[in-house]
């Protein structure tokens, strides 16, 4: 979603909250009070706080051993493929054939199972990524109710903004005292799942 259609949506429903504000005609001494509006930066507390920075450093770890991985079959597969082509000459053809059938389906296997590992762990990270957002809602709407306020916006979508009016630090705070690094569930890979790597962190049963 680019940056102007956020801000169009924000405005949007500024100007309803504004609306529905200036909707009843006030009483004899009545002063309306125009919403109070905090902002926050979201992305920045989804990337920058602790359990987000865990994460992606636990993300990298099985992306490099994966790429080991894959490192080590595309060297040990171009060993196999000189060895073939230096006994070309010497095999009957048929002898061959069947040996050069054998390696083109070896290379499809391998093919076959990176991309599926790389897949599995991607849809794992993803799912955990999920579970720190969905931590951060009710950190917002507790920092709303305390400070009396009627919504509070991304920062992203804002242009312009009073002093004051940013509570990205304090939500950024609670969320690094209350949210640990979420666990990566990675499915079973059989025997050519990617090794853990020798410094990933433990996790205990509840993920922390």
């Known amino acids: ?30 002063v309306l009070e125009a919403p109070r ?9 989804l990337s920058e706080s602790a359990a987000a920075r865990a994460l992606a450093a636990e993300e990298r770890r099985w992306g490099d051993a994966l790429q080991s991985r894959v490192d080590a079959v595309k060297e040990a597969l171009a060993v196999e493929e000189a060895e073939l082509a230096r006994d070309r000459s010497e095999l009957p053809r048929a002898e061959f054939e069947r040996r050069a059938a054998a390696f083109r389906s070896r290379v499809q296997r391998e093919r076959r199972a990176t991309q599926a590992e790389a897949a599995a762990l991607e ?12 931590a951060l809602d009710p950190i917002l709407a507790e920092v ?16 312009v903004a009073r002093p004051g009016s940013d509570v ?34 433990e996790q205990d049963s509840t993920g922390q």
């Open 1 to 30: 979603m680019s940056a102007l259609v956020r801000a169009s949506k924000a405005l949007a429903g500024l100007w309803l909250a504004l609306s529905l504000a200036l909707a009843a005609p006030p009483t004899q001494g009545q």
């Open 123 to 134: 849809r794992a990270f993803r799912e955990a990524r999920r579970t720190l957002v969905a």
């Open 168 to 201: 990205t630090d304090a939500v950024l705070a609670r969320f690094n005292a209350r949210v640990p690094m979420p666990r990566v569930v990675l499915p079973e890979m059989g025997p050519r799942a990617t090794a853990i790597p020798e410094d990933a962190p």
């Open 144 to 159: 709303l109710a305390e400070r009396g306020a009627d919504m509070i916006l991304d920062m992203e979508s804002v242009l």
């Open 37 to 45: 509006v905090l902002l926050v930066n979201r992305a920045a507390v």
